[in-house]
């Protein structure tokens, strides 16, 4: 019998040019081992794979797309590869794949069917975050994003600052790179002044930018950074 | 005026040796670039800077020890080197700096004094294990190790599998290495059939071993995978 292929979890750039910065030698020499992969954008993975010095004819390879328009039943057929015993690569668009990331639903498929699954190490805003915010990394919860509506979000803000306090976890998010104004504004307005929130953006990039205060410290700076358009991760803890 | 140095955080292998198939080339480079280590174990960082290939002699470089034997008051000298525009180094033992790990006290005393960290890439069985479980990475919780006593272990776990139901946020956490089996054993006696355990053991190792199953099926299972000694990290999900 044929052995089975594996499934490699392939991270990508957070927007940086410099991969020998951000990823190990060991992925570029699994990258150029595969023929097929799963991925979220054609145009965005031919890219990487041409940067990361994939040798073969990149039109020849077989490309597998995942994102918010493919039809469910479809994806079931995208490991099928696997039991001929290729190997299959699922790229992300940026990041890490399947954490805050598209990705796990073929994952879990894999899981059912007993594929062996391989997670290479790469550039993650939520642990690089949470490393340079000097929080509590023993005990921290990532909620993806808060409800846009208002008052919702104002409420949403409440709770995660009383988790901090009651269960002694740093709480992290994220929002939609235009509102990441408002959402600060939002974290001054709601949070006690003694929180702390730490402010990650642009991570890996030239202009990273990685601060923690306290509410307090926050509100007396006269100039606070311009975070619109720019990818950041909020993080609050005591 | 000189500049202020920087602090990097520096991760270390899961416990591989290939360090290429893990650490990305940037960060040897900026590691042959430092003089200066706070550092766990001094033994583990002069064996990790040698691998990493600092060029310079290692006994020349200067150690500042970090562990649970230190004075909190001598660990704010630590970073006075900064301000003579010297870099520093945070290196961890296993996986990265200040997620489950030590390390994140240097980082808070850093970000208080305005100085810039740098994160760099590297292993972390927490995301790893999340990349490779199938389970939701868009709402997660690690919460590091649960209590020790059997009654107040067991409700623990069902206060984190309720939280999978009720928040749809994917539970995370750790054991001390001996006790693994019997973590699992109380995993499986504990949770409802229709929960999910993925047990991600050896994360980066040739013996790799990254499997989810739902309780029904582990039960099921006439060998299960023998988890003493090895580190693993416990994934519960719906």
Chains 1, 2 share one sequence.
């Not at 949070?191 to 990650?200: E, G, R």
Request: proline content about 4%; hydrophobic content about 35%; aromatic content about 8%.
């Amino acid at each position: 019998m044929k052995q089975k292929g594996k499934l490699y979890l392939i991270p990508n750039s957070l927007g940086s040019d410099d991969l020998n910065a951000i990823l190990p030698q060991g992925n570029f020499n699994i990258i150029k081992s595969l023929q097929t992969f799963i991925v979220e954008d054609l145009r965005t993975a031919r890219r990487f794979l041409s940067k990361a010095g994939h040798s073969g004819n990149i039109d020849h390879l077989d490309f597998l797309i995942l994102n918010e328009h493919t039809n469910t039943n479809e994806i079931s057929n995208y490991l099928d590869g696997i039991n001929q015993g290729k190997d299959i690569g699922l790229l992300s668009d940026a990041g890490v794949p399947c954490v805050a990331d598209p990705g796990a639903d073929i994952v879990t498929i894999a899981q059912n069917r007993g594929i062996q699954i391989v997670p290479l190490v790469g550039p993650s805003s939520i642990l690089m975050g949470l490393m340079a915010s000097g929080f509590n990394g023993q005990n921290f919860a990532f909620v993806g994003y808060l409800p846009k509506e208002q008052n919702l979000r104002n409420k949403r803000i409440k709770e995660l600052e009383s988790r901090v306090y009651k269960e002694d976890q740093t709480q992290l998010f994220i929002e939609t790179p235009y509102r990441n104004n408002q959402m600060f504004e939002s974290l001054l307005g709601q949070c006690n002044p003694d929180t702390k929130v730490c402010v990650a953006c642009d991570i890996s990039l030239d202009s990273e930018y990685i601060v923690t205060q306290s509410i307090a410290n926050w509100k007396k700076l006269k100039t606070k950074p311009d975070l619109k358009k720019r990818n950041t991760l909020f993080l609050i803890y005591k």
